[in-house]
C-alpha cells in the first residue's frame, strides 16, 4: 500500500500547478498535481507528457477516472465516495496509475487497505 504524507515515512511530495510557470517553483523529478476541472487541462497535460513530467490527477467522476490513467497519469487522487468503484474499475482494466484516496488521519489506513486501495494521501504530501 502506498502512503503519502505519514510522519514515519519518507515519502513523494505532490506540488500542486495550474501553469507552467509554477512548474519552475517545483523541485526537479518532482510529481506534479493537477485538478481535472482546470481550464485546458488536456493541452496542459500534453506539454507534461512531451517533457516528461511525472503527475497525478485529482478527479471527481469515474469518466474522469479513466480518462486520468489514459492520459498516462502516475496518480489517481480521489474521495472516499470513489474508491471501492475506482479501485474496482482500476483492478478490472488493469491500470497503470496508482488510485489515492485523500485521508486526515491514520486511522482511516486500514479502512482503505482491507478495501484493496492502492494508496492513500495525507494533506502533508500535497504542496
Known sequence: MIILGHKFFEHEKL???SSFEQIKNTPTNS?????????DILNFIKD??????????????IK???FANS????FILIEEFLAIDAQKIANEYLFDSKILVKINSEEEIEKFALL?????VFNEAIC
Open 48 to 61: 507534461l507528457k512531451e517533457n516528461s513530467i511525472s503527475f497525478a490527477l485529482e478527479v471527481q467522476s
Open 116 to 120: 484493496g486501495i492502492d494508496g492513500v
Open 15 to 17: 506540488y500542486t500547478v
Open 64 to 66: 474522469e477516472l479513466i
Open 31 to 39: 510529481t506534479l498535481l493537477l485538478n481535472f476541472q482546470e481550464t
Open 71 to 74: 492520459f498516462g497519469a502516475k
